[in-house]
């Protein structure tokens, strides 16, 4: 099975100076735990997650007052849509993290996660009969 088959085509996609307290009821509201965050003064794409939020609450910075350019991760890996879920777990695992954007012609078409893989390969529940 293939990234473009598990991924997530629904990409939420903020700014730099969105306060760390918009970023997260964006996330809450999609139900997804990253954005991607577009910074052309930075070097473009970067990707904030729910982790980086509860690091910064957890440290007592002010989500009102923190912005996601300060929280993005811009050495970003990405994802290819072609690549394989094994593939993908492998770069996750190695590089310890949940999320990659992925990529098609230096464009973001999807975020895969480790929940994604997951569903992809668990086996489908049936039902027992009574």
Same mark, same amino acid.
């Given at each position: 099975? $293939?990234?473009?088959?598990? &991924?997530?085509?629904?990409?939420?996609?903020?700014?730099?100076?969105?306060?760390?307290? /918009?970023?997260?009821?964006? &996330?809450?509201?999609?139900?997804?735990?990253?954005?991607?965050?577009?910074?052309?003064? *930075?070097?473009?794409? =970067?990707?904030?997650?729910?982790?980086?939020?509860?690091?910064?609450?957890?440290? =007592? /910075?002010? @989500? +009102?007052?923190?912005?996601?350019?300060?929280?993005?991760?811009?050495?970003?890996? #990405?994802? *290819?849509?072609? %690549?394989?879920?094994?593939?993908? *777990?492998?770069? &996750?695992?190695? =590089?310890? #993290?949940?999320?990659?954007?992925?990529? +098609?012609?230096?464009?973001?078409? =999807?975020?895969?996660?480790?929940? +994604?893989?997951?569903?992809? %390969?668990? @086996? $489908?529940? /049936?039902?027992?009969?009574?």
């Amino acid at each position: 099975m $293939l990234v473009r088959d598990a &991924m997530s085509t629904v990409v939420l996609t903020i700014g730099p100076t969105h306060t760390l307290r /918009q970023a997260a009821r964006l &996330m809450s509201a999609r139900r997804v735990g990253a954005a991607v965050v577009l910074d052309p003064d *930075a070097g473009g794409i =970067g990707i904030i997650t729910e982790r980086d939020v509860l690091n910064s609450v957890g440290l =007592g /910075q002010d @989500p +009102d007052a923190e912005h996601a350019h300060a929280h993005t991760t811009t050495d970003v890996v #990405f994802a *290819a849509p072609s %690549w394989t879920l094994e593939e993908a *777990a492998h770069a &996750m695992a190695h =590089g310890g #993290f949940r999320h990659l954007i992925v990529l +098609d012609h230096d464009e973001p078409v =999807g975020i895969v996660s480790v929940r +994604d893989i997951i569903r992809c %390969w668990a @086996p $489908l529940r /049936q039902k027992i009969p009574a």
